[in-house]
């Protein structure tokens, strides 16, 4: 049987202050930077109008494409390559052009092509696809999207008071926002484009996140039964590395299937491929070197008190120990 990384005894809490640090440096610049200037959302969102075109040969420059759409009434179309210069995609999701959506799906599709039929000729060119989207129900895509992102996280919550104490689902909660935010820096940074791809990505990172933290703190729990006079310091060291090699051979088996999407998705599946692939990794990073950490600050800041039964207070007299072991002996 294939033995990764057993008994391994790394020191992963005291790293804390580099994960810290990381992560802050990560997630503050790409807030600051959606606050700024948004997410560029797909036309399933905005509402709009999307033609895919195939050029005969020689095509003609996007700049040729761009100029012919201007003399058509439609400057604000959007136009890039797609795969190879024949192919082009152009986008209207301007509010001007999307208000025109109203009047039909059509109307600005029937616009596009008549601009290119003038410049070109229509038998220069051949439309592979048309998607019009109006901008009602793109207000409505964009709404349920939302919805859903907030019923996945109450469910969350509900999941982790239900499994936990407090002390563990609060720890958890703040490690799966802390995944949440720096995915969403990260697609900021990658300029990906909101689509619905991309929101079933988010909503399979969330669940991916809570469950490698959940694998560890359920580790944790155990230790606390098994060593109750071992340090939480300690014991969140040694459930972090027990559960090192169920972690990295989940993480690199999902990995590899997401490489093969990123390499051969095509520029359509590609956005969530990264989605999904940065959030396997920060998720790991997260439950080897956030929670952990996140955890022994909460029972530090709200140390459990014994219970009335007289059940002694595990949690708190393991941080308690722990610090008294940290603590340098006084100079004879």
Request: hydrophobic share 50%.
């Amino acid at each position: 049987m294939l033995r990764v990384l057993h008994n391994t005894k790394i020191n992963f809490i005291r790293l804390w202050r580099v994960s810290t640090a990381f992560s802050l440096l990560l997630i503050i610049p790409g807030l600051i930077w959606i606050a700024l200037s948004g997410f560029h959302y797909s036309i399933e969102f905005t509402g709009g109008t999307l033609k895919r075109i195939q050029f005969t040969d020689p095509p003609p420059s996007v700049a040729d494409v761009r100029a012919a759409m201007a003399e058509g009434g439609l400057p604000q179309v959007e136009i890039q390559t797609f795969g190879s210069p024949n192919e082009l995609i152009m986008r209207a999701q301007d509010p001007s052009t999307v208000a025109q959506q109203d009047a039909g799906a059509e109307v600005v599709s029937r616009q596009i092509t008549a601009a290119l039929d003038a410049k070109f000729g229509a038998d220069k060119y051949e439309v592979l696809l048309t998607e019009g989207v109006g901008p009602k129900v793109g207000s409505e895509l964009r709404r349920n999207a939302m919805i859903a992102l907030a019923i996945a996280f109450i469910t969350t919550l509900i999941y982790l008071a239900w499994r936990f104490e407090w002390r563990f689902g609060l720890a958890a909660v703040l490690a799966t926002v802390h995944d949440i935010l720096a995915t969403l820096a990260f697609m900021k940074y990658m300029n990906l484009e909101i689509s619905l791809f991309v929101v079933g990505a988010l909503l399979t990172v969330i669940g991916y996140s809570l469950n490698d933290t959940v694998v560890v703190f359920d580790r944790v729990r155990e230790n606390l039964k098994k060593f109750p006079k071992t340090g939480l310091y300690d014991l969140l060291n040694r459930s972090v590395n027990e559960t090192l090699p169920r972690t990295v051979l989940t993480g690199s088996t999902t990995l590899a299937t997401l490489l093969s999407l990123l390499i051969f998705g095509g520029t359509v599946i590609r956005p969530f491929a990264w989605v999904l692939t940065w959030g396997i990794i920060i998720g790991t990073f997260s439950s080897v070197y956030v929670a952990g950490p996140l955890l022994l600050w909460i029972n530090h800041q709200w140390p459990r008190h014994a219970a009335a039964s007289g059940r002694a207070d595990r949690l708190a007299q393991a941080t308690r120990q722990t610090e008294r072991e940290k603590r340098p002996a006084p100079a004879r």
